[in-house]
């Protein structure tokens, strides 16, 4: 499988934030690589960025002369917070970070949490079940510098990639 993908933009400005991933298909225990790249085209105040791993659990049954049971839910698995001061090298005694005009490459290589469950899907006549694990980047930045925003006094763009994580197979000796 080859490289994949997602960008998101700020209002529909050229202020970009893209996360690239060599693969998306992977075994619980390995490491989880990539880049987050940001295209920044007019100065903006950031306050932050973060990965984060989140799940998905998603729950459906049907059933005859009843109402069907149907539940979605979203699951924080874990957040890293990226020091973007130590990471462009600036010694500032502020929380914020004006970045100029440029691209901006932000490696990463994590492992995903062994608590989370594998990508697992079942589905019949009566159900559905299945279980996705997602990782996101998420930018805070200060709305002030964007042309015509409404946002409140923080802004959040995030981008969201879908990982499909195989179970460690077992292995048994006797």
């Not at 295209?39 to 306050?47: K, N």
């Not at 932000?106 to 062994?114: E, H």
Request: hydrophobic share 40%.
């Amino acid at each position: 499988m080859g490289a994949t993908e997602v960008k998101g933009d700020i209002n529909g400005t050229n202020q970009i934030v893209r996360m690239l991933l060599p693969k998306r298909e992977m075994f619980q225990d390995e490491l989880i690589s990539g880049e987050v790249e940001l295209t920044i085209g007019a100065p903006i105040e950031v306050y932050g960025m973060s990965l984060i791993f989140m799940g998905q659990d998603y729950v459906k049954f049907i059933k005859e002369n009843n109402p069907d049971y149907e539940k979605s839910e979203l699951r924080l698995i874990q957040e890293f917070k990226i020091d973007l001061h130590q990471m462009f090298g600036v010694v500032t005694n502020s929380s914020s970070l004006i970045l100029q005009n440029g691209i901006f490459k932000i490696p990463f290589s994590l492992s995903f949490p062994p608590t989370a469950a594998p990508s697992f899907e079942y589905e019949k006549n009566d159900g559905h079940v299945n279980i996705k694990n997602y990782i996101l980047a998420k930018l805070s930045f200060n709305p002030k510098y964007i042309p015509n925003s409404n946002l409140p006094s923080e802004g959040q763009i995030v981008v969201k990639q879908l990982l499909i994580i195989k179970s460690i197979p077992a292995v048994i000796s006797l």
